[in-house]
């Protein structure tokens, strides 16, 4: 039994690598066959096509890429078309709650706005304090010492003010020594 299966074997792997010389040389005939098979006196009118080929790409791609001027317009038209369905979904959403017997509360985020009764219109409140909080705020943004040797400068200036305090204090003790009317404490 084991002898019988080994030839099988065999034998199969013989038909394959039989098999894949018969494919090996069919592709090499059909390849021959297809460079016997073109003509030379056609390069011309390939070409010609070629170049009608080369031109509707040409066309297709500048077609495909308008200018700024039209982009902008079929960017302003989806802009437009999208706010109106937008607007149209809420109308729709709102209509739906009204018809259950729903009244819909919106929160508004900022702040609180009144409408004066006499002329119509629409008056925010602000307090005092928000304002010169803002204020304050942008005065503190200005900066006065923005390089660097400015810094340094501003560092030099307060040291000798220091210094020079420091020797009219000294001097002062001194005149205050000499006079014999010194009391520290």
Known sequence: MKKNRSRDKVDNIVETK????????????????????????????????????????????????????????????????????????????EARLTEGGWTLVEHHKGRKKTTEAESGTTVGSVSQTAVEGKLAKQKSKEVSDFYRFQKRQAQRNELMMLQSKFEQEKKHIQQLKAARKFRPY
């Open 18 to 93: 039989e098999e894949k010389k018969k494919e090996k040389s069919n592709k090499k005939k059909r390849k021959a066959e297809e460079k016997n098979s073109t003509t030379i006196g056609t390069v011309g009118n390939e070409n010609e096509g070629n170049f009608q080929k080369q031109d509707e790409w040409i066309t297709d791609y500048q077609q495909s890429r308008p200018g700024l001027k039209i982009l902008q317009q079929r960017i302003d038209e989806f802009i437009v078309a999208h706010e109106e369905e937008l607007e149209q979904e809420r109308k729709e959403r």
